[in-house]
């Protein structure tokens, strides 16, 4: 019986509103499939969501446990009312995303200050596709008028259905019991026997009990024959057909059982012929391929088994690659095609050593066929004379995948180069006198060169070192390119090499020739620039030059081989140049300062060597790089440049050649020559500040015992800073010309200045010590006859003694702008004694006498020729009668 609650509803557990396909027999079946197929579950919680759109419209009670899911499942959803269902807002049509979303609508600005209703958004008229065809009533006319005929056919034939006039025949019943239609009928059981006859066991009146039974029994029967005869005569006409087309239907089944025994004799033929022949190729086929797989196995075996000896063949006749192919693909059918096998258990280990042992052999030969090759005779300019052989090495070792033997190659190309540099330092060292035992050991750390046998060293050993490396590239470009080819990285049936692994090759060859190239210069440099003891420094710059060169050379060739800039001989130089500059600056700061303590400023002759150097640079316009001092020829009074006589003195002199000196070793890094400049103009800074002192501050009385400081000291002082300032400017050619923007040359701006204006105050001086002697003549003068006075005769001689002092010094351009000076200031000095002494322009004979004076003294500068002969005395002489 139904549950009180349910018996106002009707049963929907026989179809899904989601899956409309499934029928189910039961309720539980239904319970079944929502709990499957419409829930999830939350941990111990089950969440329906059968429903429109997936929600469950009674969720408030769907969130609970399984069996609280079930009584869920039957008061909401295995039943429902014959009313309308309970409406929820999941049974609306129009909900808020509904009415917002509506295609209808326009767009949506600002619903949330509406106010909710028909208003809450606009509409928006939408237009008919332009892909979809216009339809109307007519497309359907045809088809309504050919339903509708149906249709009214339809409603005809179902109000006239004709009524059976037959009435029913009232039959009197009498049941049969069933015992009687069981097919069985065991009368030997008493409880069907009491059934068939009842009381016959229990009556005393026998007889009249076994006739009311037989009575009852022939109703029985009767009862059965009017059904049997009623059956019959319901069927009758089908009786009737059967019994009268008997013998048709015994001939049918005669042909049947004819066609059913022919067909059965063709099946056996089919089955014979078709099936199981068939299938016995089937089998034979198999065995065929089993047996050729098996003999394919034995001849693989066989292959196998002759593995070691082909092996032995192979590494006889250096063809490492095939045979270690021959042990990588025997290992491979090892553990594949052959795995399982006792026979090959000790195989795959013997394999393993074997290429272990060929790993080692390649090795020895790779260390050997490089010592070979490297230590060839530096004449033998061939490539590589065996380059079959180190290409089967070479291919074998990277068949194994192992990148060890670089660092063999690196170990034997470090003792190559250090062989070769100590045959080179063997053979200088054997040349030095003495007979001292030559001993070197390890990396020779205790030897070093002399500085002449630095240069010679590098000349030896320069050409060797690049010879070494261009065999050494050799080698390592062959190793690149037996690395890139295909049986050495693989094939598409082998493993490939990866594209990290042809980097590591590429990156340890450049590693190994960088650090080769870095080993050669440390070496080197090691042995050229170490000591620092007298014994060991260079005898000039000129060495230091060539040094740099021959060391700059050795570093660029090995670059230009190598593709690697190694700068630590350049460093160690570098070092080595500043201490030797340092030391050589010293040197020649304190020869050039007792120079000038000692120097008596008088005219020094000029050696050849110097002028052979100021003609040429006169010649070119510059300082040459390379200096050449020519020797043969008798020394010079004057210096000439640009054919014009400079009278020096020694000391300048000295400072040329030390300038000269420094110049030549501008070929060095900038670094060095930066302090090279420092030295320079600390050094003419020096002279500069030292002359000033001995000359212009009398210090040359007290160092060089020197009783005055004459005119000529001055003059002689004043014309070798003019050779100072002639070549300031071609020093600062030659090193804007060698590092045009690394070097800073603004010190050379400040000495010029200093040593013009040194000049200027050596002219004034001149001027001054001239000036003084007219002046002092001038105080005693009285305007007197004779003429000319004896004051007058004195002055003229003073000019004549600055003539004679000046004549052999300065350019005769410097003299006149000097006299002119002292002209200027005797006006000065006469205008004034004339104003005390009250003579003035009036035709007096005091005045006459004055005429007379300066014509004398007029003629006196013209015969010195240190005025113009062209100009009047009036010009010369306007100046002094005015007041």
């Known amino acids: 019986m139904e549950d009180k609650s349910n018996s106002n509803k009707t049963p929907t557990w026989q179809n899904c509103i989601h899956c409309p396909n499934l029928l189910f027999n039961s309720a539980v079946e239904f319970e079944r499939h929502i709990q499957q197929k419409h829930s999830i579950k939350e941990g111990s919680l089950i969440l329906c969501q059968y429903g429109l759109n997936g929600i469950c419209s009674a969720l408030q009670f769907g969130d609970l446990k399984k069996a609280g899911f079930k009584y869920h499942v039957r008061q909401y959803h295995l039943y429902k009312t014959n009313a309308t269902d309970d409406w929820t807002f999941y049974s609306s049509s129009q909900n808020l995303p509904a009415v917002l979303n509506d295609p209808n609508r326009g767009k949506q600005s600002n619903f949330f200050t509406k106010t909710w209703g028909d208003g809450f958004v606009d509409k928006v008229e939408i237009y008919p596709s332009p892909y979809l065809p216009e339809i109307t009533l007519l497309h359907f006319e045809s088809y309504c008028k050919k339903v509708s005929k149906r249709y009214r056919r339809h409603c005809q034939l179902k109000e006239n259905v004709p009524a059976k006039a037959k009435s029913p025949v009232v039959e009197a019943v009498c049941d049969i019991p069933n015992i009687f239609y069981e097919q069985s009928l065991a ?227 470090m003792t190559s180069v250090q062989a070769t540099i100590k045959q080179c330092l063997i053979e200088i060292i054997s040349q030095r006198d003495g007979g001292n035992e030559i001993v070197l050991r390890g990396s020779n750390a205790d030897t070093w060169l002399l500085s002449n046998e630095g240069i010679v060293f590098l000349q030896k050993v320069t050409p060797n070192i690049i010879n070494l490396f261009k065999r050494i590239l050799s080698i390592s470009n062959l190793i690149l390119d037996i690395s890139q080819m295909s049986d050495i990285t693989g094939s598409d049936s082998e493993e490939v090499w990866s594209q990290e692994e042809l980097t590591l090759i590429d990156e340890k060859i450049k590693k190994l020739i960088a650090s080769l190239s870095d080993y050669s210069n440390e070496r080197c440099a090691n042995l050229i620039v170490t000591k620092t003891d007298k014994e060991y420094a260079l005898t000039n710059l000129t060495q230091l030059s060539k040094l740099s060169e021959l060391t700059e050379s050795f570093s660029r060739q090995c670059e230009q081989i190598t593709g690697h800039y190694s700068n630590a001989m350049k460093l160690a130089l570098r070092s080595f140049a500043m201490k030797y500059i340092q030391n050589l600056h010293s040197e020649r700061r304190l020869q050039l300062t007792s120079a000038l303590n000692a120097e008596r400023w008088k005219i020094a002759e000029v050696p050849y060597e110097l002028q052979s150097v100021i003609s040429k640079i006169c010649e070119t316009g510059e300082i040459p790089m390379i200096l050449f001092y020519e020797s043969g020829k008798s020394d010079g009074k004057y ?138 003549q001038l105080g005693g003068w009285e305007a007197k006859p004779p003429v000319p006075s004896q004051t007058f005769r004195n002055i003229s001689k003073h000019l004549v003694k600055l003539h004679e002092a000046l004549i052999d010094i300065l350019p005769l351009e410097q003299i006149r702008s000097i006299y002119m000076k002292v002209h200027d200031n005797f006006k000065d000095k006469l205008r004034e004694q004339l104003v005390k002494m009250n003579i003035v322009a009036n035709g007096s004979p005091q005045h006459g006498v004055v005429t007379s004076e300066l014509t004398f003294y007029l003629q006196t500068l013209k015969t010195l020729r240190v005025i113009n002969e062209h100009d009047t005395e009036d010009n010369i002489l306007y100046d002094i009668w005015l007041n």
């Open 187 to 413: 009368l030997n059981d008493p409880q069907n026997f009491s059934k068939v006859f009842p009381g016959l066991s229990n009556t005393q009146d026998i007889n009249s009990t076994i006739r009311s039974l037989q009575e009852t029994l022939s109703t029985y029967l009767d009862v059965v024959e009017m059904k049997i005869s009623k059956q019959v005569a319901q069927k009758s006409d089908a009786f009737f057909h059967a019994m009268l087309s008997h013998d048709t239907i015994m001939e049918q089944m005669a042909r049947a059982v004819k066609t059913v025994k022919i067909t059965r004799k063709d099946i056996t033929g089919v089955k014979q012929n078709l099936t199981e022949s068939p299938l016995k190729l089937i089998s034979l086929t198999r065995i065929n391929h089993n047996l050729n797989n098996v003999h394919e196995l034995l001849k693989l075996i066989a292959t196998v088994q002759q593995t070691q000896p082909m092996i032995q063949l192979l590494l006889s006749t250096s063809d490492y690659v095939a045979a270690l192919d021959l042990i990588s693909s025997t290992q491979k059918v090892l553990s594949t095609r052959l795995a399982g096998i006792q026979a090959f258990r000790h195989l795959s280990p013997q394999l393993t050593e074997m290429k272990r042992l060929i790993h080692k052999m390649l090795n020895n030969e790779f260390s050997r066929f490089i010592v070979t090759d490297l230590n060839r005779p530096l004449k033998d300019l061939s490539e590589l004379p065996d380059r079959d052989k180190i290409v089967s090495i070479v291919s074998g070792i990277l068949r194994l995948r192992e990148f060890d033997f670089l660092d063999i190659f690196k170990t034997e190309a």
């Open 639 to 776: 210096l000439v440049i640009n054919k014009e006589n400079y009278a020096v003195v020694a000391s300048v002199q000295l400072l040329i050649k030390i300038l000269f000196e420094y110049c030549d070793a501008s070929k060095q890094s900038p670094d060095i020559v930066q302090y090279l400049v420092h030295c320079m103009l600390e050094l003419t800074r020096m002279y500069n500040s030292r002359c000033c002192q001995l000359v212009l501050g009398a210090g040359a009385i007290q160092s060089a015992g020197l009783k005055t400081i004459s005119t000529s000291n001055l003059a002689l002082v004043s014309r070798s800073l003019q050779v100072i300032l002639w070549l300031l400017p071609l020093i600062i050619k030659l090193l804007e010309k060698c590092h045009s923007k690394e070097l800073s040359l603004n010190g050379f701006n400040s000495i010029e200045n200093d040593i013009a204006g040194h000049k200027k105050e050596i002219e004034n001086k001149i001027c001054l010590i001239v000036s003084n002697m007219l002046s002092s």
